[in-house]
């Protein structure tokens, strides 16, 4: 049981490149969410899924897309990296978000850098 | 607008000393409240949770949390402080509306 899988672990991308950052788990969880974490900074949270092809906002959504074709995978999309999308990156995931199984499992997260 | 506050950013005891790492929150309705620790290079980890109930809850390496809903707060403690607790410590909120709110984080030092 691998849990919350993250590729890369480091990236450094110049200014206008695209990438995607991969995240898997291997727990059958339906929630799934992805974060950008700043120096000094909580988590801020930029796309959740409730379930395979449903994707919803979260708080910084800008300059970002998801999508969800299978329960295990929610990959990241950047469209034209901005020095401003230099940060740390973490997926997790939960089996509920209201319910009594609603912990988030994180993975090891992806540092990027955009120079 | 929703927010989490921890309002210090370091908090250092003693080994085999208490401690406390404050979170308060502003969140409408009733919001579910978890406390998570990130070691360095690491992911966060779960630590508890409080969903309804008890007021005391307890979760893992022997940590505990307060909800106090006059207050809305929900501070971290354990008896007993480990220096291997030394970690960076984060409260959150799950509202209403399925959204998460993370505080800035807390870092622990617990000195031998």
């Known amino acids: 049981n691998a849990g919350v899988t993250q590729t890369p672990k480091f990236r450094i991308l110049k200014i206008g490149q695209s990438m995607t950052l991969q995240c898997a788990q291997d727990?059958?969880?339906?929630?799934m969410y992805w974060y950008r974490q700043d120096p000094g900074m909580g988590l801020k949270l930029i796309y959740y899924s409730v379930g395979a092809g449903i994707t919803d906002k979260g708080e910084v959504p800008n300059g970002y897309n998801v999508s969800r074709s299978t329960t295990e995978d929610f990959p990241l999309r950047l469209e034209l990296a901005a020095p401003s999308q230099t940060s740390v990156y973490f997926c997790?995931?939960?089996?509920?978000?209201?319910?009594?199984?609603?912990?988030?499992?994180f993975g090891p997260g992806t540092r990027l850098t955009v120079l | 607008a929703q927010s989490v506050a921890q309002p210090e950013d370091q908090v250092k005891v003693a080994e085999g000393n208490p401690l406390t790492v404050k979170c308060t929150y502003s969140v409408s309705g009733n919001p579910y409240l978890f406390w998570y620790v990130q070691y360095p290079n690491r992911g966060l980890q779960f630590l508890l949770k409080y969903i309804t109930g008890d007021n005391l809850v307890k979760g893992s390496y022997g940590f505990e949390a307060e909800f106090n809903k006059s207050q809305t707060s929900f501070h971290l403690k354990k008896p007993s402080a480990l220096v291997s607790d030394s970690a960076l410590y984060f409260c959150?909120?799950?509202?209403?509306?399925?959204?998460?709110?993370f505080g800035s984080g807390t870092k622990l030092n617990v000195k031998p």
């Open positions: 997790a995931s939960s089996y509920s978000l209201r319910g009594p199984d609603n912990e988030q499992f």
């Open positions: 959150a909120v799950n509202d209403n509306f399925n959204k998460f709110y």
């Open positions: 727990m059958n969880h339906n929630y």
